[in-house]
């Protein structure tokens, strides 16, 4: 079981920067792939960067290419986004996602969220 916890959220201008970070509780950090998804008001969740267990390899959605940055902390348990050049429709609720498969099984955690307003 993992327990994620976001923060970092609030209101920004555009233009502005902020920095997300997710917490994680429980065993075996290192072992899932972290992604940063998010959701506007009447639009699906969608993937906006992925970070692999090692931290060797990211993927992100290409609006978002060039302006967020998704690392990784094994040791503190904690993934981060940093998000730069924000614009009004990068306006969403950001969730921390855990992932990994193992032995046939999927083992899929979701945060809480935490809203990201910019205003333009």
């Known amino acids: 079981q993992v327990q994620l916890v976001e923060s970092g959220g609030g209101l920004v201008q555009a233009g502005g920067s902020l920095r997300l970070s997710c917490a994680a509780s429980?065993?075996?950090?290192?072992?899932?792939?972290m992604g940063w998804f998010r959701q506007a008001p009447g639009k699906e969740r969608e993937l906006v960067a992925a970070?692999?267990?090692?931290?060797?390899?990211?993927n992100y959605v290409d609006s978002v290419k060039g302006r967020f940055t998704i690392s990784r902390d094994n040791a503190k348990n904690t993934v981060y986004l940093q998000m730069n050049s924000l614009k009004s429709e990068d306006t969403a609720v950001y969730y921390c996602?855990?992932?990994?498969?193992?032995?046939?099984?999927?083992?899929?955690?979701w945060g809480q969220g935490t809203q990201v307003t910019v205003s333009s």
């Open positions: 996602n855990a992932l990994k498969v193992e032995s046939g099984y999927e083992y899929d955690y």
């Open positions: 429980g065993r075996h950090f290192s072992s899932y792939v």
């Open positions: 970070i692999t267990r090692g931290g060797g390899s990211t």
